[in-house]
């Protein structure tokens, strides 16, 4: 059995998020950030807003996978990004 990296154990077992399955996988960016949105207020172990636990969860994912990802999955996790921004009512940079 090869052994996992920690990031894929931190996107798999993440102590603040109950992830979907594959959720970063999925190709429209909408339904990724609904889930995350989902993921982060459900939570009761998350230690800031909703918001930020999602993003920073998008971001690490996309940060440690990347170089990993084809160009394709990588556009649709940036515009997941906008998405959760969008849903969040926030303003890109904010």
Do not use: C
């Amino acid at each position: 059995m090869p052994m996992k990296k920690w990031s894929q154990d931190v996107t798999e077992h993440s102590n603040a998020l109950d992830l979907k399955q594959d959720v970063f996988k999925l190709h429209d960016p909408k339904a990724i950030a609904r889930s995350l949105k989902a993921s982060a207020e459900d939570s009761s172990r998350r230690k800031s807003s909703p918001y930020r636990s999602a993003m920073s969860m998008l971001t690490f994912y996309i940060n440690r996978a990347g170089h990993n990802l084809g160009e394709e999955q990588k556009r649709v996790l940036e515009k997941a990004k906008d998405e959760l921004r969008e849903l969040f009512g926030k303003k890109a940079g904010a």
